[in-house]
């Protein structure tokens, strides 16, 4: 439904004016790109096809679209299964604190370089 336009905004195709907002906080106040700065055009330009422009955008951006479309059959699975047994408390902290860590360092490294 979105697509990236010229003017670097996220709208809707074919309706002039119909931009999502700015998303970071941090970069509409202060002018700092956060960690997650480029994941919302990373994602939209995967979903069109647009490999490199994607990887352009963030290059995490393939990894957490890919997570995030895991999430789906994995919470179904989850509301059939109680207790949930596929990843134990331990395995999804160990997951959670491995993207920060890859949001962070590839940050420091677009900061850096």
């Known amino acids: 439904i979105l697509e990236v336009q010229p003017k670097g905004e996220v709208g809707v195709p074919g309706i002039p004016g119909c931009t999502l907002p700015p998303l ?8 700092v790109r956060c960690p997650g700065c480029g994941l919302t055009h990373s994602f939209v330009h995967l979903a069109h096809g647009h490999w490199q ?12 679209a890919g997570l995030l479309l895991l999430q789906i ?41």
């Open 24 to 31: 970071c906080l941090a970069y509409a106040w202060f002018g």
């Open 53 to 64: 422009a994607s990887w352009n955008a963030h290059h995490l951006g393939w990894l957490l």
């Open 73 to 113: 059959p994995y919470r179904i699975h989850s509301l059939y299964v109680w207790p949930d047994n596929l990843l134990t408390v331990r395995v999804r902290q160990r997951i959670g604190r491995c993207l920060i860590g890859l949001l962070i360092g590839n940050w420091l490294l677009q900061v850096l370089f």
